[in-house]
């Protein structure tokens, strides 16, 4: 018989297929006292272990690389952390044997990680397998991790580890299931970058056993249990028709009611292009040239080399917009012969136009190059500054733009908590405005982008964040100018919609983001949007503004 249950879906699409449970987690060890004569052979022990699961941690981030490369790395480094060791060889010492002291050890470290908040609390499953890795090595049993074999399968587990997804293998997981985890767990984020249905928070997952049939709807979150022949012809047909519904949604990204919001692409230099087309990019929101010179060695790139390779990105695009970006040197991107070297503080430094206006002869060079670029070509090209601080920045560079002849609508980049908060003196010297988010929050939080320490502040979602953006978007509208985000934030699809629900007036974004958000957008009206706007601006964290805005949206 059927059974059906609800869990919370977190990455859509339906997934049919046999259960495979995660490898069980090693039991508790048992209270095993030592000898105090065999302390310091049980303290080497505990270290070789140790030892060898950081290793170990170590060479799989090497191979997946990325993003699961920082993960594992970071789980290396949990696994030798001085301090624990110390703790371990203290129990040793005092009489427990090392599976227990390493245990024991681990429980006291958990418990400070839980009580730190949700952006911590959601590494205490990426704590507790680095102590199932090392209790099992010191026990001889086998790793926790996901089942081997060449058929594919819905993977069920209590949460998942980074140590473990890392190497699964995407052909053959079709969807994922987790007793455990929210919308911003590992498993969720995984399973939405590797594009798999999966479902969370299902407490009864605990209860599937391997081999049986399921259906996983990550859209709604229903999963069926032991489905009849039927109802896994009827899933599938569904699935069938929702995915043709996504890939149907092509062309100009806009609302359901047809509020147009123009999805361009983020991109480094002319072999990012193709991908944009491919993705069906409008255009480009931001083309970050200092590519060209970090790669230039010595000195700028000439205008001809500078101007060869603008000209690329521009015919890629004939009438679409391309939105330029000057060159944004200095902080973590130093460029030897334009940037001081001996800032104590780079990042408030003088960095972006600063830099630029400092040494006119590099930002006339690139002007005059775009210019060139440009000639002949029916393409609509707009060049901005990064880093803008207030209405003087502004008018120097628009000043630069008149003085290098060149025919293309100067913008500025809003990066900074001031330009933000005067964007309509920002906007008496420039014809638009684009958003970096990244920087944004940087500057807005006090949190270095480099910083993993401070990456909570760095997340998008942050009210205070979405307040400035609407600040800025709002001055924009009433001196009737455009204002785009080409920050990290407009790659997803749910903020997408809060971001256009605020008012921004095209969103610029890695090119694999732009299906998920034109789909997203598609879905939902214009007032819709709004609503999840003012829903997110109304909570007093991230996490509560994401739920908010998913819940708002959900509701119709
Ligand atoms: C930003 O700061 O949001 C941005 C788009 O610029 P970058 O990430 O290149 O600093
Ligand atoms: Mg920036």
């Known amino acids: 018989m059927t059974t059906r249950l609800r869990g919370v879906g977190v990455s859509p699409g339906m997934a049919i297929g046999e259960v495979r449970r995660m490898g069980a987690a090693p039991v508790e060890p048992p209270t095993r006292r030592i000898d105090p004569a065999e302390a310091p052979a049980e303290q080497k022990r505990a270290r070789q272990a140790t030892e060898g699961v950081a290793a170990d941690l170590m060479a799989r981030g090497n191979a997946a690389g990325g993003q699961a490369q920082e993960v594992l790395r970071a789980q290396s480094m949990m696994a030798e952390d001085p301090e624990l060791i110390t703790?371990?060889?203290?129990?040793?010492?005092?009489?427990?044997?090392?599976?227990?002291?390493?245990?024991?050890?681990?429980?006291?470290?958990?418990?400070?990680?839980?009580?730190?908040?949700?952006?911590?609390?959601?590494?205490?499953?990426?704590?507790?397998?680095?102590?199932?890795?090392?209790?099992?090595?010191?026990?001889?049993?086998?790793?926790?991790?996901?089942?081997?074999?060449?058929?594919?399968?819905?993977?069920?587990?209590?949460?998942?580890?980074?140590?473990?997804?890392?190497?699964?293998?995407?052909?053959?997981?079709?969807?994922?299931?987790?007793?455990?985890?929210?919308?911003?767990?590992?498993?969720?984020?995984?399973?939405?970058?590797?594009?798999?249905?999966?479902?969370?928070?299902?407490?009864?997952?605990?209860?599937?056993?391997?081999?049986?049939?399921?259906?996983?709807?990550?859209?709604?979150?229903?999963?069926?249990?032991?489905?009849?022949?039927?109802?896994?012809?009827?899933?599938?047909?569904?699935?069938?028709?929702?995915?043709?519904?996504?890939?149907?949604?092509?062309?100009?990204?806009?609302?359901?009611?047809?509020?147009?919001?123009?999805?361009?692409?983020n991109i480094g230099g002319p072999a990012d292009v193709a991908a944009a087309v491919e993705a069906g990019a409008e255009g480009v929101g931001l083309l970050r040239t200092e590519f060209l010179f970090l790669d230039g060695g010595e000195r700028a790139p000439s205008e001809e080399v500078q101007s060869t390779a603008y000209r690329q990105v521009l015919e890629a695009f004939p009438e679409g917009r391309v939105v330029?970006?000057?060159?944004?040197?200095?902080?973590?991107?130093?460029?030897?012969?334009?940037?001081?070297?001996?800032?104590?503080?780079?990042?408030?430094?003088?960095?972006?136009?600063?830099?630029?206006?400092?040494?006119?002869?590099?930002?006339?060079?690139?002007?005059?190059?775009?210019?060139?670029?440009?000639?002949?070509?029916?393409?609509?090209?707009?060049?901005?500054?990064?880093?803008?601080?207030?209405?003087?920045?502004?008018?120097?560079?628009?000043?630069?733009?008149?003085?290098?002849?060149?025919?293309?609508?100067?913008?500025?980049?809003?990066?900074?908590?001031?330009?933000?908060?005067?964007?309509?003196?920002?906007?008496?010297?420039?014809?638009?405005?684009?958003?970096?988010?990244?920087?944004?929050?940087?500057?807005?939080?006090a949190a270095d982008r480099q910083a993993g320490a401070v990456s909570r502040l760095q997340n998008?979602?942050?009210?205070?964040?979405?307040?400035?953006?609407?600040?800025?978007?709002?001055?924009?509208?009433?001196?009737?100018?455009?204002?785009g985000v080409c920050g990290e934030a407009a790659g997803d699809p749910l903020l997408a919609c809060v971001l256009t629900g605020l008012g921004v007036t095209s969103l610029s974004m890695a090119s694999v983001a732009l299906a998920g958000v034109r789909a997203a957008l598609a879905e939902h009206t214009l007032a819709q949007c709004e609503r999840a706007a003012a829903a997110a601006r109304a909570a007093d964290s991230a996490e509560q503004a994401r739920l908010a805005a998913e819940a708002t949206l959900a509701a119709r």
């Open 460 to 483: 998008p979602w942050q009210p205070a964040l979405l307040d400035l953006v609407a600040m800025t978007a709002e001055a924009a509208k009433a001196e009737g100018k455009s204002c």
């Open 87 to 265: 703790d371990v060889e203290r129990r040793i010492a005092a009489g427990a044997g090392a599976e227990r002291a390493v245990y024991d050890a681990f429980a006291g470290y958990r418990k400070l990680l839980a009580a730190a908040g949700d952006h911590l609390a959601a590494r205490v499953a990426d704590l507790d397998d680095v102590r199932d890795r090392i209790v099992a090595r010191l026990l001889g049993v086998p790793m926790p991790g996901v089942p081997e074999g060449d058929e594919p399968y819905v993977l069920v587990a209590r949460d998942l580890a980074p140590a473990d997804t890392a190497l699964l293998d995407p052909a053959l997981v079709l969807g994922f299931v987790t007793e455990e985890g929210g919308p911003t767990s590992h498993s969720a984020i995984l399973a939405r970058a590797l594009g798999v249905p999966a479902v969370v928070a299902l407490r009864e997952a605990a209860r599937l056993a391997d081999g049986t049939v399921v259906a996983v709807d990550g859209s709604t979150g229903e999963v069926l249990v032991n489905p009849s022949a039927e109802e896994r012809a009827e899933r599938a047909r569904l699935a069938r028709e929702r995915e043709a519904e996504r890939a149907a949604v092509t062309g100009p990204g806009a609302t359901r009611d047809g509020h147009r919001v123009p999805l361009l692409a």
């Open 324 to 445: 330029v970006r000057v060159l944004d040197a200095g902080a973590d991107k130093p460029l030897p012969y334009l940037t001081r070297g001996e800032e104590p503080n780079p990042a408030l430094g003088v960095r972006g136009l600063r830099a630029l206006l400092e040494r006119p002869e590099v930002l006339a060079g690139q002007l005059r190059a775009l210019a060139r670029a440009a000639e002949g070509l029916p393409v609509y090209l707009e060049v901005m500054a990064p880093m803008v601080a207030d209405r003087a920045d502004a008018r120097a560079f628009a000043d630069a733009c008149r003085a290098a002849g060149l025919k293309a609508k100067a913008g500025a980049m809003v990066e900074i908590p001031a330009a933000a908060l005067r964007a309509r003196s920002v906007l008496q010297e420039v014809e638009f405005l684009s958003l970096g988010t990244n920087d944004l929050a940087q500057y807005a939080f």
